[in-house]
């Protein structure tokens, strides 16, 4: 069963399972602020979801590389859409700051 590292704590789910849906079950949400209220519900076209992973996940989708694509997100950033990401193994999640948690920079 993977384990994901997020923000100090250790959420276990099942492997395939959505990122954003047990991000979300843990009350961890992958959204910054208003974002958490103002998304597309998990269809990889808001981009809000956005966050940083290291670890085995599911590779892009053409809509979760056309989101990236497209501003403020940049596909060379590596950043991921957690709802369009799924869970393959021990995970290690950051959100960064930025209303699409798009400052990877920082
Ligand atoms: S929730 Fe909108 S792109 Fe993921």
Known sequence: ???IDVRGRK?????GAVLRDVLLAANESPH???A????????GTCGTCAVEIDGPVSETS???RRRLSFPPHDLDSGL????QTRVEGDLV???HP???GQHAEE
């Not at 959420?11 to 492997?15: L, P």
């Not at 958490?36 to 269809?43: A, P």
Request: hydrophobic share 30%.
């Open 11 to 15: 959420i276990d789910c099942e492997e």
């Open 62 to 64: 053409a809509q979760e």
């Open 32 to 34: 910054n602020g208003r």
């Open 80 to 83: 991921r859409l957690a709802c």
């Open 98 to 100: 930025g209303f699409w």
């Open 36 to 43: 958490d209220l103002f998304n597309c519900r998990g269809h």
């Open 1 to 3: 069963m993977p384990t």
């Open 93 to 95: 999640v950051k959100k």
